[in-house]
C-alpha cells in the first residue's frame, strides 16, 4: 500500500470542516468519496490531514497522506489529479499527489503550519468577490498596535487562555512568526506560523489582537493573558471565514520518523 501525500486546496464557506461527519458536507469527506470512485469504496484510505481546520476556514496549503492498492496507484498517477478534477466539487482542488515513504505522516512529520487571516477596515466593508475570505471591520484598525499586541505573544508558551482544551491534551505551542501588514488592496492580513495550533487558537489570538488595534485593549494585553491555565472568557474568537491554512512544512525524508516521534510527546514549558 504506497503512501500518498496529497495538497489540497479549499474553499471552507460550504463545508463543515475538514473531518467527516455523519450527514454533513465535509472536506474529507468530499475527497474521499472521489477517491473511492476510482479506487473503489471498499478501500480504507487510513487519511490523516495536517491540521484538521473548522468549520468555514479555508485552505490553500492543507496536506494530507493515504494509502492506496499500488496496482491502481501506479496505473493512475499519470492522470490522477485530472480525474479528481473532474469528480471533487469546484470548492476543493487537489493540488499534487506525490508517493512518499512509510515513514511520513501529514500531521507528525510536520515542523510548522501557517496562517493567514484577512481584515478589512475600509469603511465600504470586503470587496464583494473576497467576501468570503475576508473580515469586515466596523473599525479603524492600526497596524503599528497590532503588531505591539502580536510581539508579546511570540515564543513558547502556555495558550490556554486562547483554545479549547481537550482532555489529556497540553495547550504549550510555539509561535515563530506572527505579524501583521496591509497588502496593496489595503486589507491588513496576519500571518500566524507555529509548531502546531490547539482548537479556535489562530483565530482567538487574531480576536484579542483586533480589540488591540482598534483601540479598546493596550497591547500588553493579549500577553497577559498567558499567565491564565484556562480559556479566557474574554476573548472573541475571530470569524472562521477570515482564515486560510496557507503552508504546512516538514523536514527532509530523513528526518520524518524523528520528527514524528518527536511531535507525538507531550509537551510542558518546563521541558
Known amino acids: 500500500m504506497p503512501r500518498v501525500r496529497l495538497d489540497v486546496a479549499y474553499d471552507g464557506t460550504d463545508f463543515s470542516g475538514w473531518a467527516v461527519q ?44 493515504i494509502e492506496l492498492p499500488a496496482e491502481s496507484w501506479h496505473d493512475l498517477q499519470p492522470s490522477l489529479l485530472r480525474r479528481l478534477a473532474a469528480l471533487l466539487p469546484g470548492d476543493v482542488r487537489v493540488h499534487a499527489a506525490t508517493e512518499v515513504p512509510d515513514t511520513f505522516d501529514a500531521r507528525f512529520s510536520a515542523t510548522f503550519r501557517r496562517y493567514h487571516y484577512r481584515v478589512t477596515d475600509a469603511v465600504h466593508g470586503a470587496e464583494p468577490l473576497r467576501r468570503h475570505d475576508t473580515l469586515a471591520w466596523p473599525r479603524t484598525l492600526d497596524p503599528g498596535l497590532l503588531n505591539a499586541a502580536a510581539a508579546g505573544l511570540l515564543g513558547e508558551h502556555d495558550f490556554a487562555a486562547f483554545c479549547r482544551r481537550k482532555e489529556h491534551a497540553t495547550t504549550v505551542r510555539a509561535i515563530n512568526r506572527l505579524e501583521w501588514g496591509r497588502d496593496l488592496d489595503g486589507v491588513l492580513v496576519a500571518t500566524v506560523q507555529a509548531d502546531a495550533f490547539c482548537q479556535a487558537m489562530v483565530r482567538s489570538l487574531v480576536g484579542a489582537m483586533l480589540h488591540v488595534g482598534d483601540g479598546r485593549r493596550p497591547p500588553e494585553w493579549p500577553a497577559s493573558l498567558l499567565r491564565l491555565t484556562a480559556r479566557s472568557s474574554e476573548v472573541t474568537v475571530a470569524p472562521a471565514h477570515g482564515l486560510t491554512l496557507v503552508a504546512v512544512g516538514y523536514p527532509d525524508a530523513s528526518e520524518f520518523a524523528a520528527r514524528a516521534d518527536a511531535t507525538r510527546k507531550i509537551r510542558t514549558l518546563s521541558s
Do not use: I, K, N, Y
Open 22 to 65: 455523519p450527514s454533513r458536507r465535509t472536506v474529507a469527506g468530499a475527497v474521499l468519496e472521489a477517491l473511492g470512485r476510482l479506487f473503489g469504496e471498499v478501500t480504507d484510505f487510513r487519511m490523516v490531514v495536517a491540521g484538521r481546520t473548522d468549520a468555514g476556514v479555508h485552505a490553500t496549503g492543507q496536506v494530507c497522506h
